[in-house]
């Protein structure tokens, strides 16, 4: 049995460093993403927009209820073959195609409860006074939801940032990929597979006490 090489470590630590960036975007643009198209998904089944509703709720259950590698692979791979277009289709916009889709499906679902959960009354009051439904959607309704809704969009936000790591599976060098092409080269596998995780670790914690301190604001201004 023979111990961690802590010198292998310490000099990878640099290396899985630089791909934190990139690592971030995809999150990042995922996120923003995913979460315009959350927010149009969950207003479409709130109001229930003839026939579209239903496609939203297709589209969901499809996303919701099949693996993100299976997405991230479906995108890479297999669309490419029946669409010649997205043939020069790179591994990082594929990731960032599969991670949008597959969380703008829960987030989705979040935000229509959190409008849901917006009191009726509020909706009919706005109404009496000649507002009109998207006014009323603007202005009072998803203001609201946005403070219920928020504290489970962050988690959403830390689990895509967790998910960015199957895009190594995509030939995508992002801090994982790292890991496992350095790992490969000196079959040092428990050493680099134990630095990204603590990198992985240390992004979530960061971005932990963000939630709390959210969640934190929001309930003062919920309590006013």
């Known amino acids: 049995m023979r111990g961690l090489d802590t010198a292998y470590m310490l000099d990878l630590i640099p290396v899985i460093a630089s791909y934190v960036p990139l690592t971030l975007f995809m999150a990042i643009v995922a996120m923003i993403a995913g979460l315009a198209l959350a927010i149009v998904m969950a207003v479409i089944r709130v109001i229930r927009v003839p026939w579209l509703h239903r496609v939203v709720a297709v589209f969901i259950s499809f996303f919701r209820g099949t693996p993100l590698l299976v997405q991230l692979f479906l995108f890479y791979f297999g669309l490419p ?32 409860g959190a409008i849901i959960g917006v009191d009726r009354s509020q909706w009919e009051a706005a109404q009496s006074i000649g507002m009109t439904q998207k006014q009323v959607l603007t202005r009072i309704i998803l203001p609201q939801a946005s403070r219920t809704a928020a504290p489970t969009l962050m988690n959403y936000f830390i689990d895509m940032i967790k998910g960015t790591s199957l895009a190594f599976t995509l030939g995508v060098t992002e801090m994982m990929g790292a890991a496992q092409k350095e790992a490969s080269s000196t079959f040092l596998y428990p050493e680099a597979f134990l630095v990204v995780a603590v990198f992985y670790w240390i992004i979530v914690e960061v971005l932990s006490v963000g939630q709390r301190q959210l969640e934190t604001r929001l309930g003062k201004a919920v309590s006013r």
């Open 81 to 112: 073959q029946l669409v010649p277009a997205l043939n020069n289709l790179d591994g990082v916009t594929a990731a960032i195609i599969g991670l949008t889709l597959h969380f703008s499906a829960y987030m989705a679902e979040s935000i229509r």
